[in-house]
């Protein structure tokens, strides 16, 4: 099955920096890629996807890339805010919608 | 639309008790899915179904049963609590596959 792998765990950084997070997966099959933003205590929600047949998506201060050949995406979020502190998940799934998730990265950003 | 609703909110069990976990959606989706969250483990998928009368198991499914006999609901059982399924629960659907998934508001389940 599919297994995907996400880095970092954790990143701190300062407002108005730039924050990357990136995955990887295992399955070639995969076709569709959701980034969810999970505050604290809170369900985790949808922020930008991106399909395999795009290599990027970006919506105001994020931003998706996709390497299908090397099985790697990443979350590019720029000019960061203190709002933007929360766990952020990548995940993938092929067809029957079994999405397979990342471990997580928690992002502080710091005032 | 209420969405995706998940009963309860929290839940506190001893070792060997049963119990079932509620999820229902008003949004007339085919898929439904229940994730675990563990810290620093992600979202792991216990069992999902893409319709009604169908569920299959996904990457953690022992100790948990699931039916899905209507189109809203999805309800999770857990056969016999065990302290290693302290968890918070996360039910979630979508219309179809590689289609945004929309998540309840979750379950914190302890067992002691």
């Known amino acids: 099955g599919e297994n995907v792998e996400q880095h970092p765990s954790t990143l701190s950084v300062q407002e108005g920096d730039s924050a990357v997070i990136k995955c990887t997966y295992s399955d070639s099959a995969s076709n569709y890629f959701p980034w969810y933003k999970q505050e604290l205590g809170k369900r985790p929600q949808l922020i930008i996807d991106i399909r395999s047949n795009v290599g990027e998506k970006k919506d105001q201060r994020i931003a998706v890339t996709l390497n299908k050949t090397a099985k790697h995406f990443s979350l590019h979020i720029t000019e960061t805010q203190p709002e933007d502190s929360a766990v952020y998940f990548c995940?993938?799934?092929?067809?029957?919608?079994?999405?397979?998730f990342g471990g997580g990265t928690r992002v502080l950003v710091k005032p | 639309n209420a969405g995706v609703t998940q009963t309860p909110k929290f839940q506190v069990l001893k070792t060997g008790q049963s119990m079932t976990l509620q999820c229902a959606q008003d949004m007339n989706h085919e898929y439904m899915s229940w994730y675990r969250q563990d810290p620093g483990m992600g979202l792991r998928l216990i069992h999902y179904?893409?319709?009604?009368?169908?569920?299959d198991q996904g990457e953690v499914p022992n100790g948990y049963n699931v039916s899905r006999s209507t189109t809203e609901d999805f309800p999770l059982r857990l056969l016999s609590a065990a302290p290693s399924q302290t968890s918070v629960y996360f039910c979630?659907?979508?219309?179809?596959?590689?289609?945004?998934?929309?998540f309840g508001q979750g379950t914190r389940l302890t067992v002691v």
């Open positions: 995940a993938a799934t092929a067809a029957g919608n079994k999405l397979t």
């Open positions: 979630a659907s979508s219309y179809s596959d590689g289609i945004e998934a929309f």
């Open positions: 179904s893409v319709g009604a009368g169908i569920t």
